[in-house]
RNA sequence: GGAGACGUAGUUCAGUUGGUUAGAACGCCGGCCUGUCACGCCGGAGGUCGCGAGUUCAAGUCUCGUCGUCUCCGCCA
């Protein structure tokens, strides 16, 4: 027989019964009556019961055995009586009567935390134990998902004619984005590699060197400060890149991708598979975000032009000075309390705004404390506008534009919350197309590229010399998903020519072109196919598909906020000798040294 | 770099207006228990209330500082 094993701890069903087999695993919980013990013996695959007898010569030794060790038993498969059959349990209908015992590793400390039940405990207790801490249920299947995941983007891809590719994890430091991760170099001093803070230039290159369809799931090194969704240190992408395609090309190869992603790792609802396209300007307006979440509708609607004389100041000086009126109907909530409104208006003003008038259409007619200042001519118009019924109730921002979207955005996505509108059962992909290729710098004046300088600008070189730059878009698109940003992509520009018109225009030379992008500057220049890509972060993606709201659930070993490795112990100090061969001297802020 | 919330037993939490010896559940230790499956019952141990100052006759509770954790802003082409 085996040393450790027969079957595994979720393998055993009714038509094994009698079998004689051996079972390894961790004490998950001990029911000890004692006359008889009933052992839950878990590994990965499941839970076993094992009953243990008191003529058993292990039985006072199974007794003191704590939560978490390692056994093995072996013994007989029975059918459990009618009445003891547990419905709950895949191998409830049997149970191993203990033949034989061994302890293989106890545990010596009591527990941190509990492994059995999934209780709130300190996250810097979790990342100290994380070996613990992965056994339990919820983090098992959370990894074993980012597998799933992995595997599966993997055989959606191979299938579609992708190829994965390996590219550097030592590179050379880019001149702009994020802060890199810096690695010294021995044979060159006082000179550094760079983690990549993207395949970006490399997954170009191989579009260059004519492979026409890439992928890889790509480690991304960016050294900047963590969010909830935002690990400190390293992330993956689904990394593509394809060529001779266009936008829309790319669009269909994604939304493939993803759809099987969530239709097969996930129960959750797809509203479109094909995914609706916003202009981002669009988005603005209508979310004022470039990452709205469309499971809810409640556009902000402009509604400027009917208040410009309006007796309510507020609303027509805007209205004449250039700023805006922007209207959320809140569909059915015109029947909420007075408490409602207040906390709606508290929290506008939280987020800087300088009020949130509203009005509630109730009792065949429009209540509030701004109704006295509108005309009737204007609540016509507004509801017309709006769509307003009886029973709505319509939040009003004014102000400049800018500001009075991203306020009235924040509004309405705390609106969808209050009123509860965002089904978690449901995915809602789109597109955000149709960025503007260049921004004016509100500080300084000067006109700079708004993403990536490397997209084709729309209209190509006709556009870059014919129209105001800043009414220029770029074929440069974000994917969105529940109001979270997946991934940016572009289609690329392949043209030397083009690009320096792109950064001239953004006011840099073709010596600073040659001199930071070398290596695609000089590609460009011996046959480039037309290309684009795009990377949606897995990590993102999994969060998404686990109902997790941490992306530190999804990964095994992750960093904790302040960028550390509570279990490794990193990042640490390093010996001399070693600093010595990489000619580095430290110098300590003066409050470390 | 900035802001907010939180910090009480191994863990999750309660702790009144500042007032006697800081409680409960789970876990741990000991005892009882032959059909449980979150087994049950009895008993016990376990606390510098994050740390340091201050106010007060009296501080877990109020004030200030500090440290830690999480979240957000900055940052993330």
């Known amino acids: 027989m085996h040393p450790y094993r027969t079957h595994t701890c979720g393998d055993l069903r009714r038509t094994d019964a009698d079998k004689q087999v051996k079972l390894s695993g961790w004490v998950h919980r001990k029911r000890d009556h004692g006359g008889v013990i009933f052992v839950d013996l878990r590994d990965h695959y499941g839970i076993t019961q094992i009953v243990v007898n008191p003529d058993s010569p292990f ?46 590793s106890s545990v010596e400390e009591s527990l941190p935390f509990t492994v059995n039940q999934e209780l709130d405990c300190p996250e810097e ?6 070996f613990l801490d992965l056994r339990r249920e919820r983090m098992h299947k959370n990894i074993l998902l980012r597998s799933k995941t992995t595997a599966l983007v993997r055989q959606h891809l191979c299938d579609r004619g992708f ?5 550097p994890i030592l590179t050379s430091s880019s001149p702009e984005g994020a802060r890199d991760y810096l690695v010294p170099s ?24 004519g492979f026409d369809k890439y992928f890889q799931i790509a480690p991304c090194f960016r050294d900047e400060d963590s969010r909830a969704d935002r690990s400190p240190g390293e992330f993956y992408q689904i990394d593509m890149e394809m060529s001779f395609i266009t936008q829309d090309d790319l669009f269909v190869e994604l939304e493939g991708l993803m759809v099987r992603i969530f239709r097969e790792l996930s129960s959750k609802h797809i509203v479109a598979e094909t995914f609706p396209r916003i202009a981002f300007r669009d988005a603005m307006e209508w979310y004022g975000t470039d990452k709205p979440d469309i499971r809810y509708e409640m556009k902000m609607v402009d509604c400027t032009d009917i208040f410009t004389d309006c007796e309510l100041k507020v609303f027509s000086s805007q209205a004449q000075s250039g700023g805006v009126v922007k209207v959320i109907n809140a569909k059915g909530a015109a029947d909420r309390p007075r408490k409602f409104f207040d906390e709606m208006e508290r929290y506008a003003r939280s987020e800087g705004a ?9 009792d065949g007619d429009m209540k509030g404390p701004i109704v006295k200042f509108m005309s009737d001519a204007e609540k016509k118009a507004l509801c017309e506008r709006v769509g307003a019924v009886e029973g709505d109730a319509l939040f009003f921002g004014a102000g400049k534009r800018q500001e009075t979207n991203e306020l009235m955005g924040k509004v309405r996505q705390a609106l969808a919350r209050q009123l509860d509108l965002v089904d978690r059962n449901v995915v809602a992909f789109c597109w955000i197309v149709d960025f503007p290729m260049f921004e004016r710098n509100p500080d300084t004046g000067q006109i700079e590229f708004s993403h990536n300088p490397f997209s084709m600008p729309q209209g190509g070189m006709e556009a870059l010399q014919t129209m105001d730059p800043l009414d220029i878009l770029a074929y440069q698109y974000d994917i969105v998903c529940n109001g979270i940003e997946l991934s940016s992509g572009a289609i690329r520009n392949h043209r030397p020519d083009i690009m320096l018109k792109a950064f001239d225009i953004a006011g840099y030379s073709e010596s600073v072109v040659k001199s930071k992008f070398p290596a695609l ?6 046959g480039a196919p037309p290309h684009g890509g795009i990377a949606p972060g897995l990590d993102r993606i999994i969060m998404l598909l686990a109902d997790e709201p941490n992306i530190r659930e999804i990964i095994a070993f992750p960093l904790n906020q302040r960028a550390q490795d509570l279990l490794m112990g990193a990042p640490n100090q390093v010996d001399l000798r ?16």
């Open 354 to 362: 300088k009020g949130l008038a509203w009005v509630a259409l109730r």
């Open 578 to 593: 070693q600093l010595e061969e990489l000619h580095i001297d430290v110098v300590l802020p003066p409050e470390n040294a």
């Open 59 to 104: 039985f006072k030794e199974v007794e003191t055995l704590r939560n978490e060790s390692v056994i093995t038993f072996t013994g007989q498969v029975v059918l459990r009586t009618q009445d003891t059959i547990n419905p709950n349990m895949v191998t409830g209908e049997i149970e191993v009567v203990a033949q034989d015992f061994l302890l293989e």
């Open 125 to 130: 207790t979790r990342l100290s134990y994380r």
């Open 521 to 526: 500057w000089k590609a460009f220049h011996y």
């Open 163 to 167: 190829i994965e590719y390996h590219t």
């Open 186 to 209: 021995r044979l060159y001093p006082g000179q550094f590699y760079a983690l990549p803070q993207a395949p970006q230039q490399f997954k170009q290159l191989l579009m260059v060197s």
